[in-house]
T-cell receptor, first 116, second 110 residues
Framework: GAGVSQSPRYKVAKRGQDVALRCDPI?????LFWYQQALGQGPEFLTY????????KSGLPSDRFFAERPEGSVSTLKIQRTQQEDSAVYLC??????????????FGPGTRLTVL | DAKTTQPPSMDCAEGRAANLPCNHSTISGNEYVYWYRQIHSQGPQYIIHGLKNNETNEMASLIITEDRKSSTLILPHATLRDTAVYYC???????????FGKGTRLSVIA
């Protein structure tokens, strides 16, 4: 079946522009995560949704970052007034939800954002 | 989540076993050991996880020491396609975010 998809795969923005990154999770996956990966580093957690509820946004680096998942499926990560330090790969992951047990997170290919 | 320590890089000859170590000396009793890998330009991919018993699946084996302070991921017959960054993650069970370190960059050489 289809995996997690993300679009666009590559985005170049001028400093100060707003960008929107889309994530299509695996159908039926309740949980959705966003991660940011700087060059040469491991991914870092940004935010987590369970259905349409944003349960954890502690990893968002500033109030310029905003994420939503209005119908509990597709999610959008929006970055306002982009800065050069926002240049990174943005990864989305989804998983099923079984209370008390680990559920494998399936990752998309990521969106590489370059801010000039 | 407990902190993990991995070597930054390793080489392995194609067809040989790749043994990737991970130290997690502060692991708690309810924390699991997970392994993910990330092939160039792709998202991370789950490999295997375990609590205290050794585990094996179609991709790899996970050996956890009796005191649970370290573990080894074994790829029994490494191929060129196994070249990737391998991440060892220690965390409690449940649907919580993954905390990645820098991982080990494994290069499989023909």
């Amino acid at each position: 079946g289809a995996g997690v998809s993300q679009s666009p795969r590559y985005k170049v923005a001028k400093r100060g522009q707003d960008v929107a990154l889309r994530c299509d999770p695996i159908s039926g996956h309740v949980s959705l995560f966003w991660y940011q990966q700087a060059l040469g580093q491991g991914p870092e957690f940004l935010t987590y949704f369970q259905n349409e509820a944003q349960l954890d946004k502690s990893g968002l680096p500033s109030d310029r970052f905003f994420a939503e998942r209005p119908e509990g499926s597709v999610s959008t990560l929006k970055i306002q007034r982009t800065q050069q330090e926002d240049s990174a790969v943005y990864l989305c992951a989804s998983s099923r939800l079984t209370r008390g047990l680990y559920n494998e997170q399936f990752f998309g290919p990521g969106t590489r954002l370059t801010v000039l | 989540d407990a902190k993990t320590t991995q070597p930054p890089s390793m080489d392995c000859a194609e067809g040989r076993a790749a043994n990737l170590p991970c130290n997690h000396s502060t692991i708690s009793g309810n924390e699991y050991v997970y392994w993910y890998r990330q092939i160039h330009s792709q998202g991370p991919q789950y490999i295997i996880h375990g609590l205290k018993n050794n585990e094996t699946n179609e991709m790899a084996s996970l050996i956890i020491t009796e005191d649970r302070k370290s573990s080894t991921l074994i790829l029994p017959h490494a191929t060129l396609r196994d070249t990737a960054v391998y991440y060892c993650i220690v965390r409690v069970a449940g649907n919580t975010p993954l905390v990645f370190g820098k991982g080990t960059r494994l290069s499989v050489i023909a």
